[in-house]
Structure formats: C-alpha cells, structure tokens
C-alpha cells in the first residue's frame, strides 16, 4: 500500500509541483486551506504532512499546534514549506514540534530523498543557531503557555507565561551551574502568538444574523 501524504498548500502551481515530484513515492492529497488539512487528518490516515507557511486565512501555526496535540514528530511527520528562511521563524517551527524546515521552492533531488527517509524513518533535525544573545519565544494555546529556547533546543511549559518563563531561566540556571555554555540572556524579549480559540473560530465562521 503506497504510502500517504498531506500536502497543505493554497498556490496551485505548488500543489502541481508537488504532486509531480513526489508521485512516485506516496499519494499526494491536496489540501488549499490549514482548516482543509485538519479535516482531512481527522477522518483519514496519512504518513506525512508537508505544509506551506503563510495562507490568505493567516499562517499554519493553529494547524501545526492541533497536530501536534494529537500526534508526535514520530507518529506524524511535518516538513515545513517556507519563503521565511530566517532562524527566529526556524526556531518557531522547531518549538512546536516541525520534523525540518525547507526553503521555497525546494531542490527536487534533496527533497525526494527528505520525503522517502522521512516516512520510512521519522527524526527531527536540528537546527545550527548562532551562539551569544538569544531571543527567547514564547506562544500559548488555549490551556498553556511555552517559552522556547532555539539555542538550547529547550521548551518550557505552563499555565501561565510567567510561570514558563521562570522554568525557562531555572533550566538555564542549572547549566551555568554545571559550566556549560549558555547565551546571554538580560532582557528577554518575548515573540508571542495567540492562536484563536475554538469560540473565537466558530463566531468567526458563523454567518451574520445566524441563530
């Protein structure tokens, strides 16, 4: 049975692409939006997701935050598709649990091999960050708080921004204890997204004047 993949990407000249390029190593479902995505992954099985960063509703992050509440880099893969190639957004997408990031448009040879390794054998890369400063980035969900950190690779978690920003710097204590190197922290500058809330989504889809 050949293996499965979801494609979530609203520009049809990908969509082709994609499809073109990866045919011969999985079926390549189409989905144009990240509320098409999550649909499908709720009713249907599949062995990978590779996901465009930006759509006309607003970025993939609420779509990456569901999957990875359900599933783990192991069971569901993700491969990031993106234009934003900088290493804040990298880190972003490493802190909520993204399998690898890749430029767009990617190098077909490359990404083939990306693919077929990565539903055979899922692994996380890790990404090479500059040492020094660090911006830590912190987001919430509906029930939590996290404050990620890319130079480290560690992610705290709370019910509160405070209080996962205090684990976060207990963390960091506990290595300058132990003499490893660490960025400089002095003033923590917090990059924070708030993805909508399940109330908040259904009044935004419910038509005006609705009951």
Not at 73 to 80: D, G, R, V, W, Y
């Amino acid at each position: 049975m050949p293996s499965r993949i979801l494609y979530v990407e609203d520009a049809r000249p990908f969509q082709r692409i994609l499809q073109k390029m990866l045919g011969d190593i999985g079926e390549v479902t189409i989905a144009a939006t990240t509320d098409q995505g999550w649909e499908l992954l709720s009713r249907e099985s599949f062995q990978l997701v590779i996901c465009d960063f930006m759509f006309p509703e607003g970025d993939a992050f609420p779509l990456l935050f569901k999957i990875r509440k359900q599933f783990t880099p192991a069971q569901l893969p993700i491969i990031m598709l993106t234009s934003a190639a900088d290493k804040v957004t990298i880190s972003k997408f490493h802190g909520v649990g993204v399998n690898a990031a890749v430029r767009k448009p990617p190098e077909a040879g490359h990404f083939r091999d990306l693919v077929f390794k990565m539903i055979r054998q899922p692994w996380v890369e890790r990404p090479e960050f500059v040492t020094g400063d660090v911006q830590l980035l912190s987001w919430m969900t509906a029930d939590q708080a996290y404050v990620y950190c890319p130079n480290l690779e560690i992610q705290t978690r709370a019910e509160t921004k405070a209080e996962a920003l205090r684990l976060m710097h207990e963390e960091i204590r506990v290595l300058l204890e132990q003499g490893k190197a660490c960025p400089t922290i002095s003033d923590p500058k917090l990059t924070t997204y708030f993805p909508p809330t399940p109330t908040a989504a259904a009044e935004t889809a419910s038509p005006a004047g609705s009951s």
